[in-house]
């Protein structure tokens, strides 16, 4: 018997789960017979597993087991920790005749449930896969194990004077390689595009243990299908990406950042208009902070921005940032942009300021980039990664909340804030929805509230972190049955028994 339509709703989303779990091939669990196995060839260190001679205590794999928001969880006996591809190889060689579901994990720092178990698979960790192989200061060529932390690598590469491509959040955790398979966008995309422009090559280890070797370090390459496109955002579900060539560009003279607050959402687009005339090749970022995540952050004690008189009558802020050849140069800009934007009859912005120093500088960036862990903090959050049309971040934002009053369920209790931000520049809204607990009641609430909203819009339900096992069964709002259907059969060639990353991505 069904009390509520959202219980009934409810069935439905476990039948389709039920269904996708029917669809994944059946897979073998770990056995001490493996774990013998690749005792051959791996140091004893590189075993963490209940089922060693030596075993671990479960609660040394919960770290593995978990994902970064504690939302998803596994049931993994075993997390292998190899150093070397050829290591990689045989494991992969095994369990592929052994048919056992293989999860490749890098920093754990996912947002969708990509990067631990469904079920008992085995997790192949990347962490003691962290050397750098070559550097190029000519070219700007890095080429660097998948394991690399991505903070490591631009400190690697700072004293050459270069910067890496890519910056996110999560850079003191999360590794190149799982930016790779997650295609990551983060804070940079503006000014130096995505991965599928700045990776050169990439060294996988194939599911039958077959090592492609595609570590190119050329910028110009077009002899036959571009494969190392393939593994760009598979999310580990075609191999495992062991190596990788990237092209780092050199770093500019001077960096800028200001924080401006506006009276309303509507003024955004006009800003970002503006701006990009005012400032042109030298805007590097433009990230926006609606008020309840700007609180958020500072509640949380992620950076310093505005003081209260400044935030006063602020709907959103906006973190704009230039990266140019000269500090002066830059700076008069920005200054004129800032007059230009106060003076006018109609102001677009309340206030703004420019940062006076490299310790202001990062504080503006600690409150953007903050906003991710004080939601954690906040409580627990349902987020939606979503590509949009600029103009309607704010409508879905609001409407997201109406629906939840709708429900009953804005409330202390159940959910606490409803809140927006994200990469205006690229088109990318975090729409993220805090509760004090993941309940049944609250999903259903949202799914597949939100994603017929996004499809309503011709949108995207997944601008940069991926499907993972939190949308796989939601897919077909962002894409034709042809194109699906096509990714199966690309999957099929890789991975014929279906033991990488099982349930992630494709039903
Ligand atoms: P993991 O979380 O370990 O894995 C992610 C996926 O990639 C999984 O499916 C996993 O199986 C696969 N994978 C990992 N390594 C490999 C490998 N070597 N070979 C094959 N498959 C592999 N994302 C953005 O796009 N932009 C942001 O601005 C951003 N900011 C973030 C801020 C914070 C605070 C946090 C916690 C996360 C943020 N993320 C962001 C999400 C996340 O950090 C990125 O997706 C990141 O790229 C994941 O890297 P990772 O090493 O932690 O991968
Ligand atoms: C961000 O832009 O801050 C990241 O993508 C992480 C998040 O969405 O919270
Ligand atoms: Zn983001």
């Given at each position: 018997m069904f009390s509520s339509r959202a219980a009934a709703r409810q069935l439905v989303r476990h039948i389709k789960r039920w269904q996708h779990s029917s669809n994944q091939p059946t897979l073998n669990s770990v056995t001490s017979d493996d774990i013998a196995h690749f005792a051959q060839f791996l140091p004893q260190n590189s075993i963490l597993s209940t089922l060693s001679p030596i075993p671990v205590a479960p609660s040394e794999l919960e770290q593995y087991n978990t994902d970064w928001m504690g939302k998803y969880r596994g049931s993994s006996t075993t997390v292998l920790r190899p150093h070397t591809t050829d290591q990689i190889s045989k494991i992969m060689k095994w369990c592929n005749q052994r048919r056992i579901g293989v999860v490749p994990q890098g920093g754990n720092t996912g947002l969708v449930g990509g990067s631990v178990p469904t079920s008992n698979e085995?997790?192949?960790?990347?962490?003691?896969?962290?050397?750098?192989?070559?550097?190029?200061?000519?070219?700007?060529?890095?080429?660097?194990?998948?394991?690399?932390?991505?903070?490591?690598l631009?400190?690697?590469?700072t004293p050459h004077n270069h910067i890496m491509p890519l910056d996110l959040g999560a850079k003191?955790?999360?590794?190149?390689?799982?930016?790779?398979s997650t295609n990551a966008g983060g804070l940079r995309l503006l000014r130096y595009g995505s991965l599928h422009g700045s990776v050169?090559?990439?060294?996988?280890?194939?599911?039958?243990?077959?090592?492609?070797?595609?570590?190119?370090?050329?910028?110009?390459d077009n002899t036959g299908y571009d494969l190392k496109q393939l593994f760009i955002g598979a999310e580990g579900t075609l191999g495992v990406v062991t190596g990788v060539s990237i092209l780092t560009p050199a770093a500019p003279r001077a960096v800028n950042n200001m924080?401006?607050?506006?009276?309303?959402?509507?003024?955004v687009l006009p800003l970002f208009k503006l701006a990009r005339r005012h400032l042109s090749e030298i805007l590097s970022a433009f990230e926006l902070i609606d008020r309840t995540a700007y609180e958020l952050a500072v509640k949380h004690g992620q950076g310093k921005g505005l003081s209260d008189e400044e935030i006063e009558g602020a709907q959103c802020f906006v973190l704009l940032e230039t990266s140019g050849g000269k500090k002066e140069h830059d700076e008069e800009k920005l200054n004129i942009l800032l007059e230009t934007l106060l003076e006018s009859d109609s102001p677009l912005i309340n206030t703004g300021v420019l940062s006076q120093s490299p310790a202001q500088f990062s504080s503006l960036w600690k409150l953007r980039e903050g906003v991710t862990e004080a939601v954690s903090k906040e409580g627990k959050a349902y987020k939606y990664?979503?590509?949009?049309?600029?103009?309607?971040?704010k409508e879905v934002v609001?409407?997201?909340?109406?629906?939840?009053?709708?429900?009953?369920?804005?409330?202390?209790?159940?959910v606490k804030h409803v809140l927006g931000y994200g990469h205006v520049g690229d088109g990318n809204l975090h729409l993220n929805i805090v509760a004090a607990a993941?309940?049944?009641?609250?999903?259903?609430?949202?799914?597949?509230?939100?994603?017929?909203?996004?499809?309503?819009?011709?949108?995207?339900?997944?601008?940069?972190?991926?499907?993972?096992?939190?949308?796989t069964h939601a897919m077909h709002y962002s894409k034709s049955g042809v194109a699906i259907d096509l990714m199966k059969r690309i999957k099929h060639v890789f991975d014929p028994h279906g033991i990488m990353n099982p349930g992630k991505v494709l039903e």
């Open positions: 085995l997790i192949l960790s990347l962490n003691n896969m962290s050397k750098v192989r070559s550097f190029d200061p000519v070219s700007g060529a890095l080429v660097a194990d998948a394991g690399c932390i991505l903070e490591a631009t400190e690697y590469i003191g955790s999360c590794q190149i390689g799982g930016n790779i050169l090559g990439l060294e996988v280890v194939l599911p039958d243990g077959t090592i492609l070797d595609n570590l190119s370090t050329l910028r110009k924080i401006l607050a506006l009276p309303t959402f509507e003024n990664d979503i590509s949009i049309p600029l103009a309607s971040f609001d409407a997201t909340r109406e629906q939840l009053r709708r429900k009953g369920l804005l409330h202390e209790n159940a993941y309940t049944p009641e609250i999903e259903a609430a949202l799914e597949p509230f939100v994603y017929e909203l996004v499809a309503s819009y011709k949108g995207s339900i997944s601008a940069e972190h991926g499907i993972g096992a939190m949308k």
